[in-house]
């Protein structure tokens, strides 16, 4: 295991629902990420936190909310989904600060279906 | 900017025999290159990672992967394959001073008994 948990492990959700993605690091981290893994297509950097504060969004519709309370957790608040937003979401955290090692740990995923 | 290139995206190998998964950077700066790999259903794990020391570099399960500024490559091998290798492996260059990565599209292994 990374440290780096994610909850669920599996949604599926219709295009009017509202979820919550949660990720949880027990590393010390200070950095989160959220990213969108589809098939075929290289890994996709959504959201960047530094410190709980938001450094980075990667041109990320607004259908998709991140949310950091502490530098533990991060969330993914999804609404009104697309089909084709059904992907692998991976949540990563670092240590940022001791570049240019900035080794991201990984979570396992949320594997996302919106039908 | 920042990219990479991964030049196969399916290896097929029988077990045993030497593993060679190819990738390319390209960088304005100094890179960081990692290695990450992706059993099904499962996270990225870090397999190795070059920061601008020693340019072979031995990371876990008996992979390495050697930096060369001249050819701007940093190829992943492993002497023997074995079963539990076969998973997607992710070339990944950062940008200095940055907390950036930028991912390859991936390396599906196939191990063949």
């Known amino acids: 295991e990374t440290g780096v948990t994610q909850t669920p492990r599996h949604l599926v959700m219709g295009m009017t629902n509202k979820k919550s993605l949660k990720c949880e690091q027990h590393l010390g981290h200070n950095a989160m990420y959220w990213y969108k893994q589809s098939a075929k297509k290289p890994l996709e950097l959504m959201f960047v936190?530094?410190?709980?504060?938001?450094?980075e969004n990667n041109s990320v519709p607004s259908r998709f909310s991140p949310e950091c309370p502490n530098s533990s957790h991060l969330f993914l608040h999804l609404h009104t989904l697309q089909p084709e937003d059904s992907a692998l979401y991976l949540c990563?955290?670092?240590?940022?600060?001791?570049?240019?090692?900035?080794?991201?740990?990984f979570g396992p995923g949320t594997r996302l279906t919106v039908l | 900017a920042q990219s990479v290139t991964q030049l196969d995206s399916h290896v097929s190998v029988s077990e045993g025999t030497p593993v060679l998964l190819r990738c390319n950077y390209s960088?304005?700066?100094?890179?960081?290159l990692f290695w990450y790999v992706q059993h099904p259903n499962k996270g990225l794990q870090l397999l190795l990672k070059?920061?601008?020391?020693?340019?072979l570099v031995k990371g876990i399960n008996g992979f390495e992967a050697e930096f060369k500024k001249s050819e701007t490559s940093f190829h992943l091998t492993k002497p023997s394959a074995h079963m539990s290798d076969a998973a997607e492996y992710f070339c990944v260059v950062s940008e200095s001073n940055t907390d950036k990565l930028i991912f390859g599209t991936g390396t599906r292994l196939q191990v063949f008994p």
């Open positions: 070059y920061t601008s020391a020693a340019t």
């Open positions: 990563a955290s670092s240590r940022p600060g001791v570049s240019p090692h900035n080794e991201q740990f």
């Open positions: 936190y530094n410190f709980k504060e938001q450094t």
């Open positions: 960088s304005s700066y100094s890179p960081s």
